[in-house]
Nanobody
Framework: QVQLVESGGGLVQAGGSLRLSCVAS????????MAWFRQAPGKEREFVASIIWNGDRTSYADSVKGRFTISRDNAKNTVALLMTSLKPEDTAAYYC???????????????????WGQGTQVTVSS
């Protein structure tokens, strides 16, 4: 069983940057696909970014492409999301997700992931 703990959220002005981190407990982290999703009040949870098990492929939602970067360190059981040029519409609770999979394609919907963190709030002021 994998447990995920996110950190790094907070309040930032538009145009600023934040770095979210997710630490995974349990074994075989390097065999997990990892992703970040976000959910704003009254909206459905949406895909933000994903990275395959060995870090060789990343995918991004169109709304964050060019501004956000996902990365992982399998030696430290961590995945990070660097968010730059933040906009008020990026305000949401951000969730780390994990699914044991060696698939090299995109896993871009919440139902593809079994394990979830508790979320960290990101608020971008205008």
């Amino acid at each position: 069983q994998v447990q995920l703990v996110e950190s790094g959220g907070g309040l930032v002005q538009a145009g600023g940057s934040l770095r979210l981190s997710c630490v995974a407990s349990g074994r075989a982290f390097s065999s997990y696909a990892m992703a970040w999703f976000r959910q704003a009040p009254g909206k459905e949870r949406e895909f933000v970014a994903s990275i395959i098990w060995n870090g060789d492929r990343t995918s991004y939602a169109d709304s964050v492409k060019g501004r956000f970067t996902i990365s992982r360190d399998n030696a430290k059981n961590t995945v990070a999301l660097l968010m730059t040029s933040l906009k008020p519409e990026d305000t949401a609770a951000y969730y780390c997700a994990a699914q044991q999979s060696l698939y090299t394609g995109l896993l871009g919907t919440p139902d593809k992931y079994r394990h979830w963190g508790q979320g960290t709030q990101v608020t971008v002021s205008s």
